[in-house]
């Protein structure tokens, strides 16, 4: 089984910063098996990234997905007010089928 | 509009039963795989199972097999997840989610691009 890691656990940042999140791999992985999501408290979460890089539809350009191998990464170039909530990266296996890293809380600072 | 709305959550006790049912709209239900994701308070997410689009095949996370069984019924467009023997590490909020499927190199791969809302399960005595 893959266990992803996700750090830090949590980010204070300001609006107006940058954001820069970890996942890591326990071994590697195909950047087509890699999405992240943002959470809200109270909402379902969101599709953010899939294929490690590209854009889910309605995604604003300031979040970007990068990283290969074991090792990738969510960039929110400039942090709105809405932006601070947990993210999750996400791979596609075989068993189990999916798991889930264990969250970044992204908090105002 | 794609739409996912959850229903069936509540409070059990140990040992117990609950089904919990997702009604699907707004996109062609037997063209996609379904899934459970769930979020137990204060953790991340877990995807818990999921099902074909015609129902034949069927995977979950270890611990759930046996006692969970997820099934769906095309003609009502509703996805569903029998709980039996129902633990406390079981209570959380429940997700129905799509599985949308990409393509590239030969190789398929898959995310969630649709969530519901979630219904709460409460596993308590």
């Known amino acids: 089984e893959i266990v992803l890691t996700q750090s830090p656990g949590t980010l204070s940042l300001s609006p107006g910063e940058r954001a820069t999140l970890s996942c890591r791999a326990s071994?590697?992985?195909?950047?087509?098996?890699l999405a992240w999501y943002q959470q809200k408290p109270g909402q379902a979460p969101r599709l953010l990234i899939y294929s490690a890089s590209s854009r889910a539809t309605g995604i604003p350009d300031r979040f970007s997905g990068s990283g290969s191998g074991t090792d990738f990464t969510l960039t929110i170039s400039r942090l709105e007010p809405e932006d601070f909530a947990v993210y999750y990266c996400q791979q596609y296996g075989s068993s189990p089928r999916y798991t889930f890293g264990q969250g970044t809380k992204l908090e105002i600072k | 509009e794609v739409q996912l709305v959850e229903s069936g959550g509540g409070l059990v006790q140990p040992g117990g039963s609950l089904r919990l049912s997702c009604a699907a709209s707004?996109?062609?239900?037997?063209?996609?795989?379904m899934s459970w994701v769930r979020r137990a308070p204060g953790k991340g997410l877990e995807w818990v199972a999921n099902?074909?689009?015609?129902?034949?095949?069927?995977y979950y996370v270890d611990s759930v097999r046996g006692r969970f069984t997820i099934s769906r019924d095309n003609a009502k467009n509703s996805l569903y997840l029998q709980m039996n023997g129902l633990r406390a590490e079981d209570t959380a909020v429940y997700y129905c989610?799509?599985?949308?499927?990409?393509?590239?190199?030969?190789?398929?791969?898959?995310?969630?691009?649709?969530w519901g809302q979630g219904t709460l399960v409460t596993v308590s005595s």
């Open positions: 099902i074909k689009q015609d129902g034949s095949d069927k």
């Open positions: 989610a799509r599985d949308r499927a990409g393509y590239s190199s030969g190789w398929y791969f898959y995310y969630f691009d649709y």
């Open positions: 707004g996109f062609t239900f037997t063209s996609y795989w």
């Open positions: 071994q590697n992985i195909s950047t087509i098996y």
